[in-house]
């Protein structure tokens, strides 16, 4: 059964700082992986897909990186803003198609 | 494209009533996911649909649970005799897969959800 971790849980960091997000999942028989992005009772807005034969993928201020053989993914913001405050969810997904969620990184960027 | 809509946004019901949510996905999209979230937590996976047909269920979903996609178009979602630990936030997601790989998207698009309120 696919367990992912995400660490640290929360984050608050002022303005302009680079972050880095983990991500760790157990079975690393997957197909691919997506990092979301959720504000406050909102839905998830997909941010960044790794194939399983890809190591990074890039987009705008953000960079994922993909480990499959070490069961890791790295999500990395670029000098943060405040409109980066949300949370962080990665997913990794295997071939049987349910994207499995960790419990998410809760960011906070202050001005 | 409109991208994934769902409604309600918001249901607020008692204890033993019946609820109905419905999604409607991106249009060429083929497959069709629900998920569940609850506060403080990742979603979790329900069922999902490609085109009409219903190929996964979790065991999170109890007899109470029914998911139809009639004609591979919109989904519901419905809940019988509601209990408290229904309140949750029911997303929708939809995604385009092919049996040619290389030509599938494989991103899953969300909806805003459905926030359930089970009194």
């Known amino acids: 059964k696919q367990e992912v971790t995400q660490i640290p849980a929360a984050l608050s960091v002022p303005e302009g700082e680079n972050l880095v997000l983990n991500c760790s999942f157990t079975?690393?028989?997957?197909?691919?992986l997506q990092w979301f992005r959720q504000d406050p009772g909102k839905g998830l807005t997909s941010l960044l897909l790794?194939?399983?034969?890809?190591r990074e993928q890039t987009s705008g201020r953000l960079n994922a990186s993909l480990d499959k053989s070490s069961g890791r993914s790295t999500l990395y913001i670029a000098a943060s803003q405040p409109g980066d405050s949300a949370t962080y969810l990665c997913?990794?997904?295997?071939?049987?198609?349910?994207?499995?969620f960790g419990t998410g990184t809760r960011l906070q960027v202050f001005p | 494209d409109t991208g994934v809509s769902q409604d309600p946004r918001h249901k607020i019901t008692k204890r033993g009533q019946n609820v109905t949510f419905r999604c409607d996905p991106i249009?060429?999209?083929?497959?069709l996911y629900w998920y569940r979230q609850t506060l403080g937590q990742g979603p979790e996976f329900l069922t999902y649909f490609q085109n009409e047909a219903q190929l996964e269920k979790s065991r999170l979903l109890s007899d109470r649970f029914s998911a139809e996609r009639p004609k591979g178009s919109f989904s519901t979602l419905e809940i019988q005799r509601t209990e408290q630990g229904d309140s949750a936030m029911y997303l929708c997601?939809?995604?385009?897969?092919?049996?040619?790989?290389?030509?599938?998207?494989?991103?899953?698009?969300f909806g805003p959800g459905t926030r359930l309120t089970v009194l």
């Open positions: 790794i194939q399983s034969s890809q």
């Open positions: 249009s060429e999209h083929n497959r």
């Open positions: 997601a939809s995604s385009y897969r092919t049996s040619v790989p290389v030509l599938s998207t494989d991103t899953q698009y």
């Open positions: 997913a990794p997904l295997r071939d049987t198609d349910k994207l499995i």
């Open positions: 079975d690393s028989a997957i197909y691919n």
